[in-house]
């Protein structure tokens, strides 16, 4: 089985901190997505990382993809309380050859004002 | 366009019913995915399935679970004689056709099913 850890586990920060998360696996995958889900709710993409090395950019979030294709981070400036959620990585989609995602353990992220 | 729609959002039942959760995917997606989620945990894949074909099952316990996609209508998991184990938040997520529908999945609301 193809693990994917993410840490931390919970983060809970004051609203204008930054932030990252990471994910990371012992197997190389050859793409990444970064999901955000709010209670109550289906995740959410945020972003799909392909190239070992890259680096994109939404607004206030970071994601980088490691040069070996085996770890990904994500970095958040300035984190507001919108941003609170849970933060998931998944491995999977066409690119890397199953339909199916495998999702990390996730990170539970609390921004209070 | 309506996004992917997941009926009921929230189920109860009593240990040995049968629980029934609906997905209709989005408007020209023609593959459908369930995953389950237990609180505190990720995702975890059950399913796959194209109109009328099961293309992976390799996540579905063996026994009392069965999903289907039917020509016409929403995609349906179905839960037999229930146990508390059973309890989490079945997702369902949908994506275009080709390439396996791509890289992308877009996700429902989910159905948060309580087995009492």
């Known amino acids: 089985t193809q693990l994917l850890e993410q840490s931390p586990q919970f983060l809970s920060i004051q609203e204008g901190e930054n932030l990252t998360v990471y994910c990371n696996s012992s197997s190389v995958f050859s793409s990444l997505q970064w999901y955000r889900q709010e209670p109550g709710e289906g995740p959410v993409l945020l972003v799909t990382v392909v190239t070992g090395g890259e680096v994109k950019k939404l607004k206030r979030l970071t994601f980088q993809f490691g040069d070996a294709r085996k770890d990904s981070s994500l970095h958040i400036t300035a984190a507001q309380p919108g941003d609170t959620g849970l933060y998931l990585c998944?491995?999977?989609?066409?690119?890397?050859?199953?339909?199916?995602?495998?999702f990390g353990t996730g990170t539970r992220l609390k921004v209070l004002a | 366009n309506a996004g992917v729609m997941q009926n009921p959002r929230h189920l109860v039942r009593r240990r040995g019913q049968e629980a029934r959760l609906r997905c209709s995917p989005m408007k020209g997606h023609s593959h459908v995915y369930w995953y389950r989620q237990l609180p505190e945990e990720g995702l975890k894949f059950m399913v796959y399935?194209?109109?009328?074909?099961?293309?992976?099952e390799s996540g579905m316990p063996k026994e009392r679970f069965s999903a289907e996609f039917p020509k016409e209508g929403p995609s349906i998991l179905r839960i037999q004689q229930v146990v508390r184990g059973d309890s989490a938040a079945y997702f369902c997520a949908s994506s275009p056709p080709g390439l396996a529908g791509g890289n992308e999945q877009f996700f429902g609301p989910g159905t948060r099913l309580t087995v009492l």
């Open positions: 399935l194209q109109k009328e074909n099961i293309i992976d």
């Open positions: 998944a491995r999977g989609g066409a690119t890397s050859g199953t339909y199916k995602y495998i």
